[in-house]
T-cell receptor
């Protein structure tokens, strides 16, 4: 079964450092998303991406965050200057175009970011 | 998108059916009901979705009431590996493909021996 692949599985970084989290969505999918989950809290929407541009972003997704699809397969989330409160699991998700309208999202296993 | 209400937690004995309820009394006619689960800190896993009719797949069954104001996810023979947080999400169907899902707190299901 097709999977969404995320790397790294765990990254430890110092506060103020830049971090790039990588995702390889399912190959024929067109819509891409980043979510995050702080330990013990809900899964929160960060940003969605379609047709090489951001389609929607949450208030969490401030100027410290950026997303990019540098080639035909990767989808990246960059945090420019990490803060302690950025410590969380980050999940990438994707979906294709289902003309029934259901548009089921497939999530990756996540990248755990620890900011010290 | 319609708001959903789920119990905070539930228990189930291994081998028995787990019935997880979800209330979505403000659902509109073009909104799907989706169920996802999250095992420990893994990525959310799609289980099933439905619009009006009851649905069944290899993982679960989804029973939607006739008025569509509530639904029940049924895991017919729960195993220890089904211990997870289960999310019921209601979302408007878009033929264009975009489908941002908003997760609530879900129901924490504990399956015990």
């Amino acid at each position: 079964e097709p999977e969404v692949t995320q790397t790294p599985s765990h990254q430890v970084t110092q506060m103020g450092q830049e971090v790039i989290l990588r995702c390889v969505p399912i190959s024929n999918h067109l819509y891409f998303y980043w979510y995050r989950q702080i330990l013990g809290q809900k899964v929160e929407f960060l940003v969605s991406f379609y047709n090489n541009e951001i389609s929607e972003k949450s208030e969490i997704f401030d100027d410290q965050f950026s997303v990019e699809r540098p080639d035909g397969s990767n989808f990246t989330l960059k945090i420019r200057s990490t803060k302690l409160e950025d410590s969380a699991m980050y999940f990438c998700a994707s979906n294709g175009q289902d003309y029934s309208g259901a548009n089921v999202l497939t999530f990756g296993a996540g990248s755990r970011l620890t900011v010290l | 998108d319609a708001k959903t209400t789920q119990p905070t937690s539930m228990d189930c004995a291994e081998g028995r059916a787990a019935n997880l309820p979800c209330n979505h009394s403000t659902i509109s006619g073009n909104e799907y009901v989706y169920w996802y689960r999250q095992i420990h800190s893994q990525g959310p896993q799609y289980i099933i979705h439905g619009l009006k009719n009851n649905e069944t797949n290899e993982m679960a069954s989804l029973i939607i009431t006739e008025d569509r104001k509530s639904s029940t996810l049924i895991l017919p023979h729960a195993t220890l590996r089904d211990t997870a947080v289960y999310y019921c999400i209601v979302r408007v169907a878009f033929s264009g493909g975009y489908n941002k899902l908003i997760f609530g707190a879900g129901t924490r299901l504990a399956v015990h021996p």
